[in-house]
């Protein structure tokens, strides 16, 4: 099958069987343009994997640690064709990753998440609010992951919103005459989850705000609100209470950087869901096997859509466990999982280490 016609293949719709079949062929073609155009993935290749003239399956793939991205500027294209640069938001002090685009991966992870958003958002225009600065947006050639999280979603809306100023103070005025304009209409959110938490949820109005038919869609920030006990049924519990949004329509996503475009979105049982693009295994920390559904390891993340960078197939520091396969509630199909944290800093600095000798 062509990328462009499995691309238009409905979201959530693949048996394991059928996504094995296509997604498998997909990657493998990815891996070897990797091969033929970065230096460094091939080398990686080579030495760590010994890597075989044919790859028979999705786990013998090479994979590069998601860390690399922080020490290197890989990349498989010319220097003259890079388009922008995204960079990882990263916490205060630490190295942030940087990831190479070209024209065609920017359009790309764009295509690709708007099939992902568009299942859940439909394909209108829905007027936005977004928990966020417009200051993040300011320099359009070397992104973070919040604005490149912004500019993705920005799409899915109109007469946007943002929630705070250049000096991320709430705008209540602005947020009132929203709500006066759009109380009980479909409108959609979106914002990082702790700045959801901080900005929307935890403030004080003197208004009521009717958000009974929106569509939040959040993602990152768990650690944070960790520290405050509020776990992802309380987030939803008092945004339901305070705004009435629909737990349901609320959605947290897994992705990074490094994937962007290739997001996993939480299905109606609270599991995050693997869309057409993107799979996932999971790795013993140890010896890097792969483990069964049930057991937790290192997540390892896959897609078919980065072709500028080798990150097709980026091994994480986090640690998560595969829920089931085909069989959720809202009868989407595919993996479905969740994260219960990150890994040791021993388990992240030996896999690091084994691939920066």
Not at 257 to 278: I, K, M, R, T
Request: with cysteine; aromatic share 10%.
């Amino acid at each position: 099958m062509r990328f462009r016609d499995y691309i238009d293949i409905e979201q959530y719709s693949l048996t394991k069987e059928k996504k094995n079949q296509y997604f498998f062929k997909l990657l493998n073609d990815l891996n070897n343009h990797h091969l033929s155009n970065s230096i460094d993935h091939k080398k990686i290749s080579e030495v760590y994997f010994h890597k075989k003239d044919e790859i028979s399956s999705v786990d013998q793939v090479p994979f590069l640690p998601v860390s690399i991205f922080k020490n290197k500027l890989l990349h498989s294209i010319s220097e003259e064709n890079i388009y922008k640069v995204l960079k990882s938001s990263g916490t205060t002090g630490s190295i942030p990753s940087q990831i190479v685009l070209d024209k065609e991966t920017a359009a790309l992870q764009t295509l690709t998440l708007s099939k992902i958003i568009s299942h859940v958002v439909g394909k209108d225009r829905l007027p936005m609010m977004i928990v966020d600065s417009k200051s993040v947006l300011k320099n359009r050639k070397t992104f973070t992951a919040r604005g490149a999280g912004i500019l993705g979603l920005s799409i899915f809306g109109k007469k946007h919103l943002y929630l705070l100023d250049n000096d991320f103070e709430l705008l209540k005025n602005e947020l009132k005459e929203f709500s006066k304009k759009y109380n009980g209409q479909r409108v959609l959110i979106f914002g990082f989850t702790f700045m959801v938490w901080q900005y929307l949820a935890s403030v004080d109005l003197d208004f009521d705000i009717d958000l009974s038919n929106a569509i939040l869609i959040h993602s990152g920030g768990w650690k944070k609100l960790q520290s405050l006990e509020v776990d992802n049924l309380t987030f939803k519990k008092i945004l339901n209470n305070k705004f009435k949004i629909k737990p349901e329509n609320i959605y947290n996503f897994y992705g990074m950087v490094e994937q962007v475009g290739s997001v996993f979105l939480e299905n109606s049982d609270g599991y995050l869901h693997c869309p057409n693009f993107a799979d996932i295994l999971i790795r013993d920390p140890k010896n890097f096997s792969i483990l069964p559904h049930g057991k937790e390891g290192l997540i390892q993340v896959l897609s078919i859509i980065p072709k500028s960078y080798p990150g097709h197939s980026l091994l994480t520091e986090d640690i998560g466990v595969i829920m089931g396969e085909d069989d959720a509630s809202n009868g989407w199909k595919g993996k479905y999982f969740k994260i219960l944290g990150r890994a040791k800093k021993a388990e992240i600095r030996g896999c690091s280490d084994t691939f920066n000798k």
